[in-house]
């Protein structure tokens, strides 16, 4: 169990990572205004996406084994309030994460219409799920 919990907090680790950083590609994209810098940038979002969408799914497959085995060895584990918030906020995670692997796709397309203040804003987001899910996992508030 406990390689388990080590290899989920490493890509959980990866996948904010990702979470935190692509924003922030977002932006400098909106801000530049020569073709060779949106170019790049678009390879920069691209690429980081990727590993950003692997550190999700290898978080997402360890914590569904971590909560398996949770399950199957502590009777009434389920029933526990945190554990619901720390799930419903993880699929607000996922929404979040859908709508950064659309805004790559709408700057690839040169389709963007939102300013670099916007992303700003939008970039602080995953801090906010962070700090619930943490708080949920070590202080079990009920």
Not at 11 to 26: N, S
Not at 48 to 76: P, R, Y
Request: net charge positive.
């Amino acid at each position: 169990m406990l390689w388990l919990k080590a290899f989920h907090i490493i890509f959980v680790v990866t996948w904010f990572a990702g979470l935190f950083y692509l924003p922030r590609l977002f932006v400098y994209h909106a801000q530049t205004e020569d073709q060779i810098s949106h170019e790049r940038f678009k390879v920069m979002e691209r690429r980081l996406l990727a590993i950003t969408n692997l550190g999700a799914l290898l978080a997402l497959g360890f914590g569904l084994a971590l909560l398996w085995w949770w399950i199957s060895h502590a009777e009434g584990y389920m029933k526990q309030g945190w554990l619901h918030a720390k799930l419903t906020l993880i699929v607000g995670l996922l929404g979040y994460h859908h709508w950064c692997a659309r805004l790559v796709k709408v700057f690839a397309a040169g389709n963007n219409t939102r300013s670099h203040r916007w992303y700003r804003w939008f970039n602080e987001v995953p801090v906010l799920f962070l700090l619930g899910i943490v708080i949920l996992v070590v202080v079990k508030p009920f």
